[in-house]
């Protein structure tokens, strides 16, 4: 017997049954044919029951073809998955309040991702588009990258280093955020995904990857290597390395 709390399990099965009967519809539709046989307006309503009723702490589901960072053991500081509140949406969720006592390493995310083959992309410019939002965030970005081979990256960028169009950080509304990279003829695969730093929370959806043409600048440059010489006179300050 399904409660409210797997409103969406009854929602595939709809979709399903109503496409055997030559009777297509959205994912999205059946979310609101739900919520209403559940005695609710919208789906927006029964999303919000549901949310209310899970704990803070309860595992989420990861989306189909993503997976959640093995960051040195750092993942068990987070929970990363479907957000059960909100349709077509990811969420990254910090397991500790920023004034809660527990200290974070400094070099602790979390991190949602995808790996594809980079054949198809080959000798192309690409762009990564999502959507972001955030919640008391330390940093969160959406990052891509492509290696030649595992340990051997070729472009990279999440973000974080840039002086504009950066990481989202602190609460904000949805936020477009893309990174465009080349894709070199010797590359072998490319990673992709949206991270969150230390503490807070972030949410994701809407995410594109395809190809641009040469006008689309790129976000950064060739991965562990300048581009071209820069900062010769030493006149601006990188960051600061701890002694």
Same mark, same amino acid.
């Given at each position: 017997?399904?409660?409210?709390?797997?409103?969406?399990?009854?929602?595939?099965t709809l979709r399903t049954a109503l496409g055997e009967r030559a009777i297509p519809l959205s994912h999205s539709d059946c979310l609101e044919l739900v919520a209403r =046989?559940?005695?609710?307006?919208?789906?927006?309503?029964?999303?919000?029951?549901?949310?209310?009723?899970?704990?803070?702490?309860?595992?989420?589901?990861?989306?189909?073809?993503? =997976?959640?960072?093995?960051?040195?053991?750092?993942?068990?500081?987070?929970?990363?998955?479907?957000?059960?509140?909100?349709?077509?949406?990811?969420?990254?969720?910090?397991?500790?309040?920023?004034?809660?006592?527990?200290?974070?390493?400094?070099?602790?995310?979390?991190?949602?991702?995808?790996?594809?083959?980079?054949?198809?992309?080959?000798?192309?410019?690409?762009?990564?588009? @999502?959507?972001?939002?955030?919640?008391?965030?330390?940093?969160? @970005?959406?990052?891509?990258?492509?290696? &030649? =081979?595992?340990?051997?990256?070729?472009?990279?960028?999440?973000?974080?280093?840039?002086?504009?169009?950066?990481? $989202?950080?602190?609460?904000?509304?949805?936020?477009?955020?893309?990174?465009? $990279?080349?894709?070199?003829?010797? @590359?072998?695969?490319?990673?992709?995904?949206?991270? $969150?730093?230390?503490?807070? &929370?972030?949410?994701?959806?809407?995410?594109?990857?395809?190809?641009?043409?040469?006008?689309?600048?790129?976000?950064?440059?060739?991965?562990?290597?300048?581009?071209?010489?820069?900062?010769?006179?030493?006149?601006?300050?990188? =960051?600061?390395?701890?002694?």
């Amino acid at each position: 017997m399904h409660s409210f709390l797997d409103a969406k399990i009854m929602a595939r099965t709809l979709r399903t049954a109503l496409g055997e009967r030559a009777i297509p519809l959205s994912h999205s539709d059946c979310l609101e044919l739900v919520a209403r =046989q559940l005695g609710c307006a919208n789906w927006n309503v029964l999303a919000a029951h549901i949310a209310a009723a899970m704990p803070d702490d309860a595992p989420l589901t990861l989306p189909q073809g993503w =997976q959640a960072v093995r960051n040195h053991g750092h993942d068990k500081h987070y929970r990363l998955g479907l957000d059960p509140a909100h349709a077509g949406t990811a969420l990254i969720a910090c397991r500790h309040a920023r004034h809660s006592g527990f200290v974070l390493p400094g070099d602790c995310f979390g991190v949602l991702m995808q790996s594809i083959i980079a054949a198809p992309y080959r000798g192309h410019r690409v762009r990564l588009t @999502a959507r972001l939002r955030t919640e008391d965030a330390d940093a969160s @970005a959406i990052w891509m990258r492509v290696d &030649k =081979q595992p340990g051997s990256v070729l472009r990279f960028d999440n973000m974080l280093e840039r002086k504009e169009r950066g990481a $989202l950080r602190g609460t904000g509304a949805w936020t477009a955020c893309e990174v465009v $990279l080349d894709v070199p003829e010797d @590359a072998g695969s490319i990673h992709f995904g949206f991270l $969150l730093q230390r503490y807070g &929370k972030a949410w994701a959806r809407n995410f594109r990857l395809e190809v641009v043409s040469d006008a689309v600048a790129p976000t950064a440059g060739n991965g562990r290597h300048l581009p071209q010489p820069t900062n010769l006179d030493f006149a601006e300050a990188g =960051q600061h390395i701890a002694s």
